[in-house]
């Protein structure tokens, strides 16, 4: 089946740790996010790319790093240089400029 | 600045209550607005893409509808399972995403 698959679904990290989330997307979509959900707040834009080998921050990079060596693929490390990133992590594709598309989301937890 | 603003945050309705969510928009250049429905702990699901002042869409029990300032998403004898947050975002002249804070929607039986 087509469509954007996120890994893992639970993760927690401890203090000082770096982790990383996995997002793999087989609809041949060009652009690809990175967004952070908090609750009663709106979708925050972390990291997005339009094309392989490139990507642009969005409006809360800081404490975040991506990497796009492939078209399906847009890991997102959070750094232990990211304060409070006890949130839902949500990646999304999206042809060029069209609607985007959203996977199940990963939730990450300090312990 | 370009924003866009949900209301209410929460609405609850007697299943068969039908009623309608407002998204207001402040945007240079809209190039789309679009809905989406959101489960706890689930990804948003692409709902509408509207891209025109008058233009409709429907599905099922969901009409979404567009002027030059705001959307309306309205819900028509909604029943339990339509219960969810519905998401409004609005791209710009730019091509970015501004995303609304959303409405939780509760339908009781």
């Known amino acids: 089946d087509g469509g954007i698959t996120q890994s893992p679904k639970y993760l927690f990290r401890k203090e000082g740790q770096n982790v990383t989330l996995s997002c793999e997307q087989n609809?041949?979509?060009?652009?690809m996010y990175w967004y952070r959900q908090d609750p009663g707040q709106g979708l925050r834009l972390i990291y997005y790319?339009?094309?392989?080998?490139?990507?642009q921050k969005g409006d809360i990079a800081e404490g975040y790093s991506v990497s796009r060596e492939k078209k399906e693929s847009f890991p997102l490390t959070v750094t232990s240089a990211q304060k409070n990133p006890t949130a839902f992590y949500l990646c999304?594709?999206?042809?060029?400029?069209?609607?985007?598309?959203f996977g199940e989301g990963s939730w990450l937890t300090v312990v | 600045e370009d924003q866009v603003t949900q209301s209410p945050e929460a609405l609850r309705l007697q299943e068969g209550e039908s009623s309608s969510l407002n998204c207001s928009y402040t945007?240079?250049?809209?190039?789309?607005l679009f809905w989406y429905r959101q489960d706890p702990g689930k990804g948003p699901e692409f709902l509408f893409t509207?891209?025109?002042?008058?233009e409709e869409k429907e599905k099922e029990r969901l009409k979404a509808t567009l002027t030059k300032k705001e959307s309306f998403l309205h819900i028509t004898a909604p029943k339990p399972e339509d219960s969810a947050t519905y998401l409004c975002?609005?791209?710009?002249?730019?091509?970015?995403?501004?995303w609304g804070a959303g409405t939780k929607l509760i339908i009781k039986p």
């Open positions: 999304a594709s999206s042809p060029e400029r069209n609607t985007i598309y």
């Open positions: 609809l041949n979509h060009d652009a």
């Open positions: 790319s339009q094309i392989v080998n490139d990507f």
């Open positions: 945007v240079s250049g809209l190039r789309g």
């Open positions: 509207l891209y025109s002042a008058g």
């Open positions: 975002a609005v791209r710009d002249s730019n091509y970015q995403l501004i």
